[in-house]
């Protein structure tokens, strides 16, 4: 059973920052991409940011510049530096995985979820 817990998301002041952690565990033959999501009240999902296996990023274009996103390959995890933070990158952050869990079986694993609140 595969399995993603992410981290790391709490209540921090406009222009402030955060990093969130997703772990993947699990029976697991080999990580392709991995990305954040994130899902604010009356909205729906959005990518925020997605992480090849080879290491070639992609951001939403309201995130650009302010987070970054990386991965280690043998701790199974991927971070989210967020930084210069805004009201509006309040939400529910999601990690998302591509696991092929055997050779040429490879599923979408989705962790539960963490709180980001931007406020003052």
């Known amino acids: 059973q595969v399995q993603l817990v992410e981290s790391g998301g709490g209540l921090v002041q406009p222009g402030g920052s955060l990093r969130l952690s997703c772990v993947v565990s699990?029976?697991?033959?080999?990580?392709?991409?991995m990305g954040w999501y994130r899902q604010a009240p009356g909205k729906q999902r959005e990518l925020v940011a997605v992480i090849t296996g080879g290491g070639s990023t992609n951001y939403a274009d309201s995130v650009k510049g302010r987070f970054t996103i990386s991965r280690d390959n043998a701790k199974k995890t991927v971070y989210l530096q967020m930084n210069r933070l805004k009201p509006e990158d309040t939400a529910v952050y999601y990690c998302k995985a591509e696991v092929e869990v055997v050779v040429t079986i490879i599923h979408d694993y989705w962790g539960q979820g963490t709180q980001v609140t931007v406020s003052s």
């Open positions: 699990g029976v697991i033959f080999s990580i392709y991409d």
